[in-house]
């Protein structure tokens, strides 16, 4: 029986010691292609487009919905 036991914890130390090292390996391989990614993104930025005619679009359109919100609301209470 004890040989039993003695198996089973030596084969529960192994199995812990192999996921041990390999999540441990797995985190150093993230922070390296995290780092390369993050140069890689220095080196090939992506592009961004400027969009200058719909941000007064987007304030009209802001007004307009509060003015509807408030007309609402009148609406509700009367």
Do not use: H, Q, W
């Amino acid at each position: 029986m004890s040989g039993n036991l003695a198996n089973g914890l030596v084969l529960l130390g192994m199995g812990m010691g192999f996921v041990l090292c390999f999540l441990t390996i797995l985190i150093f391989v993230m922070k390296i292609m995290s780092a390369v990614v993050l140069y890689l993104n220095k080196l090939f930025p992506e592009a961004s487009e400027e969009i200058k005619s719909s941000v007064k679009k987007a304030v009209d359109n802001l007004d307009e919905a509060v003015a509807v919100a408030i007309a609402a609301i009148m609406a509700k209470r009367s």
